[in-house]
């Protein structure tokens, strides 16, 4: 089977990093490289790469402008998760979203609390606009290695369900 998945498609994967510092140029985006190198690995092939500051409004449109011009099947987020009055990845998806996907973010988060108790922490979303689905990540590369990794294979089944065809 390879890199296909069950239904013969190879998924689209769009990356979108929210991080100010790195939009400025006074910092080097490691977690949007790191996705596409699991993602790849993984069979995904990476249809776009994004990186913007923490802006709610530019998220969103990012978001829209993905899903709404079919230009993937998935949106892997990074950064903007946290506690900071910056952080808007989770509030940009959500005012994307068609519909809610809350398995993806609490088993990401049950599954890091194995690793820190800082999981607790994570505003992350999960959702779902046209035949897009949309998964907020964490900014750290750690974090982003240990959840990826997780849920990468798991996707593809949901996927499958998304994009299929009546």
Do not use: W
Not at 9 to 26: K, L, P
Not at 109 to 138: C, E, H
């Amino acid at each position: 089977m390879g890199n296909e998945a069950p239904s013969g498609r190879v998924y689209r994967v769009s990356i979108i990093t929210a991080s100010d510092r790195c939009a400025r140029g006074e910092g080097i985006d490691r977690s949007g490289p790191l996705i596409r190198q699991i993602a790849e690995a993984a069979g995904y092939a990476v249809s776009g790469y994004t990186l913007l500051p923490d802006d709610r409004g530019g998220l969103e449109a990012e978001m829209r402008r993905i899903c709404d011009g079919n230009l993937a099947d998935l949106i892997l987020t990074t950064g903007g998760t946290g506690f900071s009055p910056r952080d808007q990845m989770p509030e940009a998806t959500l005012a994307a979203a068609e519909r809610l996907v809350p398995g993806i973010p609490e088993a990401l988060r049950q599954y890091s609390m194995g690793v820190t108790k800082r999981a607790m922490l994570s505003r992350a979303a999960a959702a779902i606009r046209g035949r897009t689905l949309i998964v907020n990540l964490p900014g750290s590369p750690k974090a982003v290695r240990e959840q990826l990794s997780f849920i990468i294979d798991e996707l593809r089944h949901g996927l499958d369900m998304l994009t299929r065809t009546c």
